[in-house]
C-alpha cells in the first residue's frame, strides 16, 4: 500500500510532497485508520540516556520540524520521537528549490536551513500533544546569529524546551546554516559543550528535573576529529551523542544529475560513514556515553548493524520516506534478533 501512496507522492515536488504527505498521515490519524497502514512490531524496551525506551527505533528530527505532526506520527510504532531543528526566531530557511531526490540511491539532498517557526510556535504545538511518548526536541541557532554568540541562541532553545522536552538534542552539524560546522572543532566545540552543560544544570536545579542532553554530529570528519569529540562530550558530562547528520561528500552520487546540488546528503549514500562514526565513538566511549545512530538505515540489516557497531538506539529519516512504516517494523525486528 506505502509503495502506491510514495509513487503518488513522488509525482508532487519533494517539498510538497513532504506537507502533503504529513497532512494526509494527521487526517488517518484523526479518522482512526493509521493503523491499517503500520504493522507495529512487539514491544522491544531498552533503557538509554535514563529513558525508558518501548523500542530502540525511532524518528530523526528534521521530518516535523515545528511539532504539528506528534501524534499522527507516534502512532506509527516508532520507539520514540524527535522533532526540531527549532530556533529561537522563526526563520523561512533557503531559497526553493531546496530539496531534491535521488531515488537511483534511495537519498535525498536537502538545503532546507532550519526553515521553522519558531519556538513559541513549536513550544505551543507540543504543550497540545495527545502523543504520550519519548519525545526529543532538537535545537539549533539562527542563521543571522554569528558563531561567536551561539552560545545564547542553544542556551535560549535549552532553557525553553527543558520542561516539555524528554530528552534535548543540540545540533552543531548541519550543513545548511554557514559556519555552524565550525562548532565541532576546538576550543568552539569545548567550550560550547561546557556552556550546553551549564544551561542544563541550571535548568535541572530551577526545575527540580534532570532532562538529558545529547549531541548530533557530522560524519564527515576523520579519526582525530572522532576522537577528540568523543574527548569533549566526555569531559563536558553530556548525556550521548547522535551520530550522523547528513554528509557533504558526493563521491556515493557522482555523476547524478543532482550531485552537484548544494546540502545535506542523506539516505543509502551515509550509511558507510555514519557506521564509521559510531565505531570510532564507542572506541573512545565503549557505553560510557550513549550512542544514537543515524543514517543511511533503509532496511532492517542497516538498522541492526548500528547497535552492532555499538548505538544503543537507532533513528530513521529518508529510509522512512522511501520505505514507509513497514521500516520500523523490520528494523525493530532486526534488533530483536541481535538478543
Known sequence: MYGVIRNLLFRLPPEQAHSVALNGLDLAYRLRVLGAFSPQADALPVKVMGLDFPNPVGLAA????????????????FGFIEVGTVTPLPQPGNPKPRMFRLPEHTAIINRMGFNNEGLEHL????????????????????KDTPNQESESDYRKGIAAVYTRADYITVNVSSPNTPGLRDLQFGDSLKSLLHAIKDEQLSCQKQH?????????????????????????????GLDGVIATNTTISRDAVAGHRHAQEPGGLSGAPVRE????????LYAELGNELPIIGVGGITDGKSAAEKIRAGAKLVQLYTGFIYRGPELIRESVEAIRKLG
Open 62 to 77: 528534521g521530518l516535523d520540524k515545528n511539532a504539528d505532526h506528534v501524534d499522527a506520527l507516534g502512532a506509527l510504532g
Open 273 to 280: 560513514a555514519s557506521l564509521r562514526v559510531i565505531q570510532g
Open 208 to 236: 527540580d528535573r534532570y532532562v538529558p542532553v545529547a549531541v548530533k554530529i557530522a560524519p564527515d570528519m576523520d579519526d582525530e576529529g572522532i576522537r577528540f569529540v568523543a574527548m569533549a562530550l566526555k569531559e563536558a
Open 123 to 142: 513550544l505551543e504545538r507540543v504543550g497540545k500533544r495527545r502523543y504520550k511518548g519519548i519525545l526529543g526536541i532538537n535545537v539549533g541557532k539562527n
